[in-house]
Each structure stands twice: as structure tokens, then as C-alpha cells.
């Protein structure tokens, strides 16, 4: 909706990340259909009829100054957004750590100060009321993804928030970490949008996901065919696949987390087989069948 307001409008500008103080100039129009995204329209540009109109259909927001920052979580900021010099760290290893709650009303004042216990030494940006970014280095780089699950956990019993984390990979140049910002950022949107149960997203957790909703219409239709409709017909069959994929194609790993026995397990991948002919021990085949099922667990349009 935003961008076919922003034809009206050609000076504005549209963002995906919160505006920050030096944005005053502009009035910011906030959509909150979805991902939350943000229209400016320069003060100048719009008379006050527009701008009324607008308040009735979105959000009107200001341009405040962001949340009380330490100096060296102000020099990331600039550096971040306004490109400004790189901060001391920089040239260590450095790992960017996005986080997003989906709860729709939560007070963020007490949950992010205990988010913000799990990581004391290292600068916290918080955007808004439900997203922000934990720059780690040293020590918490050994972070790994049942860490940042356990303390989603944590925060959910103690504030009923569901918290979710992108883990981005670790850098260490100027550039590539302010380029690596707002490309992982893009993904972790992406990636809640495609994979709405996770809680700990990473590239490669997102990234089949994202090329199997990208698939051209014609080899979905042949998913649809061969493999699609056999799984959505067989939960059990579909979880059993996915699962199994999903551990490395590992029999006995797979039959522990699907709480199964290794012959049962062994029966159902029989079964696949038997059903679509395709051979699930081979690299290809694999890497067609996850997507399948992927696509499967998705709502039938």
C-alpha cells in the first residue's frame, strides 16, 4: 500500500527499519499490514488536508530519538545507518544478532532489560518496540542457535513474548558488516514470513524456504503432481520426510526427534518410495523432496 502512495509523493522516501532522529524532516506514515514499514514525505511536500487524511488510514509517527544508547552503541548506529566511521571493534570477528517479537501488545521495557542480561558487554540497538540488533564479538561469538533457543524460552515464561533471533555470520570489515545489516535483516523478514513456527533463524535455515516459494509454475505443478498432494494427503508421511531430510538423513536420529521407532520410520520411507519412485537416498532426489516438502506444509491456494 505504502509504495503506491510513494508514486504520489516522488520525494519521499520508503524504509523498512524504523526512521532514525536525523529523518526529522520528514512526516513518517507506518503500515503495520505485515512487516512494518515506513513511508517519509517531506514536511514541505504535504499540506495539511493530505496529512490528515493519511493519520485516518495509518499510523502518523515522529522521527524521536532512538532509545537511550551508550556512546559506543551510538557510534554503531551512525555507522550503520548514516555511514558513519566504524566503530573501535571493528576489524575483530563481529556477528550481528537480529531479534523480532511477534507478540502484537507487549511492554518492551522489562523483557528487553533481561534480553539485555544475556549479553551486558556487548552493544544493544533497539529500533522499536519489538526489534533491534546485538552486536556480539569475543566472548558471546560462541553463541549458538540452542543458546539464543534457550533464552527465547526464558523470556517467553517470564514475559509471555515469543522472541525470535537471526544469527548472522561472522565479519569482520567495515563494509561487509554495514552491507551484511540490511541484506540479513531483508532475510529474517522473509524469513518470518515463510517459516512462522521457528524461533532461530539462520541463511541456510531460511534459504530453502525462500527458493521454494520462488519455484517457476511449472516444476510446482509437477511437485504438485508426483510428490505435493501424496504428503499433504499423509501428515505423518510429510513429517516423517521433512524430519528425516532435516537430520542428515540419519534413520535413527530422525526416529529419536520423531519419537518413533527406527523401523517405523524405515517403513514410511518405503512407503515414500513405493508411492512417488523416487529414490530418497540420492543427493538430487533429496534436495527435491525437502522442497516438496516445504511446499506441502504451506496452505493449498
Request: glycine content about 2%.
Given at each position: 500500500m505504502l509504495k503506491k502512495l510513494q508514486s504520489y509523493f516522488p520525494t519521499s522516501i520508503l524504509l523498512n527499519l524504523p526512521p532514525q532522529s536525523s529523518f526529522d524532516q520528514y512526516f513518517w506514515i507506518k503500515d503495520t499490514q505485515g512487516e512494518p514499514v515506513w513511508l517519509g514525505i517531506p514536511?514541505?511536500?504535504?499540506?495539511?488536508?493530505?496529512?490528515?487524511?493519511?493519520?485516518?488510514l495509518f499510523e502518523v509517527v515522529d522521527s524521536k530519538p532512538s532509545y537511550q544508547l551508550t556512546e559506543g552503541e551510538k557510534q554503531w548506529q551512525q555507522f550503520l545507518f548514516h555511514e558513519g566511521t566504524p566503530p573501535t571493534?571493528?576489524?575483530?570477528?563481529?556477528?550481528?544478532?537480529?531479534?523480532?517479537?511477534?507478540?502484537?501488545?507487549?511492554?518492551?521495557?522489562?523483557?528487553?532489560?533481561?534480553?539485555?542480561e544475556f549479553f551486558l558487554d556487548s552493544p544493544f540497538i533497539q529500533f522499536d518496540e519489538k526489534s533491534g540488533i546485538i552486536i556480539l564479538d569475543q566472548i558471546d561469538l560462541g553463541y549458538g542457535e540452542d543458546d539464543f533457543y534457550s533464552i527465547s524460552s526464558t523470556l517467553e515464561n517470564d514475559f509471555f513474548i515469543r522472541l525470535e533471533f537471526y544469527i548472522g555470520k561472522k565479519r569482520n570489515t567495515a563494509l561487509e558488516i554495514r552491507d551484511a545489516f540490511f541484506l540479513e535483516r531483508e532475510l529474517f523478514i522473509e524469513g518470518l514470513s515463510l517459516l512462522p513456527k521457528e524461533r532461530i533463524f539462520t541463511y541456510e535455515k531460511i534459504f530453502p524456504s525462500l527458493a521454494a516459494a520462488s519455484l517457476p509454475a511449472i516444476p510446482i505443478k509437477l511437485l504438485e503432481s508426483d510428490v505435493i498432494d501424496i504428503l499433504r494427503k499423509d501428515s505423518e508421511l510429510l513429517e516423517s520426510m521433512k524430519v528425516f531430510l532435516e537430520n542428515n538423513s540419519n534413520t535413527s536420529l530422525a526416529a529419536?526427534?520423531?519419537?518413533?521407532h527406527r523401523n517405523t520410520l524405515q517403513y514410511r520411507l518405503e512407503k515414500f518410495t513405493e508411492l512417488t519412485g523416487m529414490n530418497i537416498k540420492t543427493f538430487n532426489s533429496a534436495i527435491t523432496i525437502y522442497l516438496a516438502c516445504l511446499l506441502a506444509e504451506r496452505p493449498s491456494s
Open positions: 514536511k514541505n511536500d504535504i499540506q495539511d488536508e493530505q496529512l490528515e487524511l493519511l493519520s485516518t571493534n571493528i576489524g575483530k570477528e563481529i556477528r550481528l544478532i537480529h531479534f523480532h517479537i511477534s507478540t502484537k501488545k507487549a511492554d518492551s521495557t522489562e523483557w528487553v532489560k533481561a534480553l539485555r529419536k526427534k520423531l519419537y518413533i
